[in-house]
C-alpha cells in the first residue's frame, strides 16, 4: 500500500502545536490549589500516594502576584503514610492530609539566627500530653500535669535529634477531638518514618525556620499527587 502523502503545511502546523504545548509551563501549585490559608508563604508537603513515607517539601513565597518556590527537601511521612486528616484515628502513624496553621516553633536547640516565629525552649520537664483524658491533651504541658500519663506523653527533650528544631502542625490543635491525634510536627529527620509528623533533614528545617514569617502568615498543606487526598483539594 502507498503511503499518504501529509502536506508540508499540515506538518508544520501539527510542529507548531507540539512545540507549543511542549513549551507551555506548568502552574506552580500553590495555584491549582483549592485554598492556601490567605497568606504570603506555603509549605507543601507532597507523597505519591497515601501509602508513601517518602516525598516532597516545597516552602513557597507570593510575589507580584505569583507563587515562587524559595527551597525544597526531601521529607518523610507516618510509618503507615499518610491518611484523610478529618477522619484520622490516634495511635495509628499517619500523617494527616489537609491545610494547618503553624501556631509555633520550639526545639532543644537555640532557634537559628533570623527565626521570627515564637519558639519555645525545650527544657527537661518539657512534655506534649496525648493522654485522651487529660485536660492539657496535645498540648506543650511543663511540667507534666498531673492528669497527663507519662506513657501517654512525649518527653521532648528525649528526641534530641528530632527535636532540635520543629513547628507545630495546628491539626487536632484549636478545638481538640480526643482520640484523633496529638503531637503533629514539622521537624528534623529521625532514622526512618515519622510517627504521623512531617520530617526534613536539619539544614532544611533551619532554612524554613529562617524564611518563616508569622506576619504572612505561613500555612502547611499535605496530601498526595492525586485521589481523595489530593493536595490540590486543600
Keep these: 500500500m502507498r503511503p499518504r502523502r501529509v502536506s508540508v503545511a499540515v506538518l508544520v502546523s501539527l510542529s507548531l502545536l507540539s512545540l507549543g504545548t511542549a513549551q507551555r509551563p506548568a502552574s506552580p501549585l500553590p495555584e491549582r490549589m483549592a485554598d492556601t490559608g490567605g497568606g504570603t508563604q506555603l509549605i507543601t508537603a507532597v507523597a505519591a500516594r497515601t501509602g508513601s513515607t517518602t516525598g516532597t517539601v516545597t516552602w513557597w513565597d507570593r510575589k507580584g502576584g505569583r507563587w515562587v518556590a524559595a527551597g525544597s527537601a526531601k521529607a518523610r511521612f507516618g510509618a503507615n503514610g499518610l491518611t484523610e486528616g478529618t477522619t484520622r484515628k490516634q495511635g495509628t502513624n499517619t500523617t494527616p492530609t489537609g491545610l494547618y496553621g503553624l501556631p509555633y ?22 512534655w506534649w500530653c496525648q493522654d485522651n483524658g487529660s485536660r492539657v491533651y496535645n498540648r506543650w504541658t511543663e ?17 534530641r535529634t528530632q527535636y532540635a528544631h520543629a513547628l507545630v502542625v495546628d491539626f ?29 533533614p536539619k539544614s532544611a528545617m533551619r532554612e524554613i525556620l529562617r524564611w518563616a514569617s508569622p506576619a504572612r502568615a505561613p500555612h502547611l498543606a499535605i496530601g498526595t499527587t492525586g485521589g481523595r487526598t489530593a493536595i490540590t483539594r486543600y
Excluded: K, W
Excluded at 496529638?182 to 510517627?195: C, D, E, K, P, S
Design 105 to 126: 516553633a520550639f526545639g532543644i536547640e537555640a532557634a537559628p539566627s533570623g527565626t521570627r516565629s515564637p519558639y519555645r525552649r525545650v527544657r527537661q520537664n518539657s
Design 143 to 159: 511540667p507534666r500535669a498531673a492528669d497527663c500519663r507519662a506513657s501517654q506523653a512525649e518527653h521532648l527533650i528525649t528526641y
Design 172 to 200: 487536632n490543635y484549636r478545638r481538640p477531638v480526643r482520640g484523633r491525634g496529638a503531637g503533629i510536627f514539622l521537624h528534623v529527620n529521625g532514622r526512618g518514618a515519622t510517627a504521623g509528623c512531617v520530617s526534613v
